[in-house]
């Protein structure tokens, strides 16, 4: 287990920190996941950096065409924001699912991403939200990164919290497009989801101008839907369109059978039924106003 505890006021007070523990370092911010894995054994860490204490930290902006959430950000800020809520509602919705009351109070949206479990409810929503997240490393330089780059393999990340510090989330915004998140989840559970969908969708003059499709866990990382994207663009929703999308989108999705999630079969028909649940409504609420 960890030996020191330090908490640095600056982002670059925290850099050199991890810079001096030659590896041995570790970022922690909510630490829900990490303290675990120390418990465990699976990661190792002599001394922690707290990040917390950064001035800035847990900051939810418009910042120009983008949303910029600091690395601070937990799940319940990113649920109740107004912000988030209203211009990047996959993710209020995602984050809302997160775990427990306490776990979202704690768990930041940076850390669900650094942890690159496929099925994470918030890295979900920020692939179909063509997020990037912004890398502050040991040398003063920073490095910009979509989300759904940022994945070396399932509960693997391209970020090394020994070295570098994920120093905020930028989502870009997206004008007269909308976005949604849906899950299905066992009941009663606290257990990641059977399945999850996040959609971002853009309408104009009857026609889809825009979206962006991604759905966990269906392979190593979060999967963006791309070939469902290109069928849509330029359609106009309808009953036989919206079959043909979920039908795609069960075709490409590659789920593995499980004992706790349900065989492959099963959920490529719940990627069908959430999308089509989607696609559905937004006609309905493009008819109603």
């Not at 393999?153 to 497009?177: A, F, H, Q």
């Amino acid at each position: 287990m960890w030996q020191e505890y330090f908490r640095p006021e600056t982002l670059a007070e925290a850099l050199k920190m991890l810079s001096s523990g030659n590896g041995e370092a570790r970022v922690i911010a909510g630490g829900t996941d990490l303290m675990l894995d120390l418990k465990k054994g699976s990661k190792k860490a002599k001394y922690l950096v707290d990040i917390r204490g950064i001035a800035g930290i847990n900051v939810i902006e418009e910042r120009g065409d983008k949303i910029f959430l600091g690395a601070g950000v937990t799940h319940t800020q990113a649920a109740t924001s107004w912000l988030i809520r209203e211009k990047a509602t996959a993710l209020a919705e995602a984050a809302a699912l997160v775990g427990s009351l306490q776990i979202r109070n704690i768990g930041t949206i940076a850390g669900n991403i650094i942890n690159a479990q496929p099925a994470a409810d918030t890295a979900v929503a920020l692939v179909a939200l063509e997020a990037q997240a912004e890398i502050a490393l040991a040398d003063g330089s920073r490095q910009v990164m979509k989300v759904e780059d940022l994945y070396a393999g399932p509960g693997k990340s391209k970020i090394d919290s020994t070295s570098s510090i994920v120093s905020g989330i930028y989502i870009p915004l997206r004008p007269n497009c909308r976005s949604n998140f849906q899950r299905i989840a066992r009941r009663r559970s606290l257990a990641l989801p059977v399945i999850n969908v996040a959609v971002v969708l853009g309408y104009e003059n009857s026609s889809i101008t825009s979206c962006s499709f991604a759905a966990g866990p269906v392979g190593p990382q979060p999967m963006r839907l791309r070939e469902v994207e290109n069928f849509l663009i330029g359609k106009t929703l309808s009953d036989s369109i919206i079959e043909e999308a979920g039908n795609m989108a069960a075709d490409i999705t590659q789920p593995r059978s499980s004992v706790l999630r349900g065989g492959r079969e099963y959920r490529q028909h719940l990627i069908k039924v959430l999308i089509n649940s989607f696609l559905r409504k937004y006609i309905q609420d493009r008819y109603k106003t």
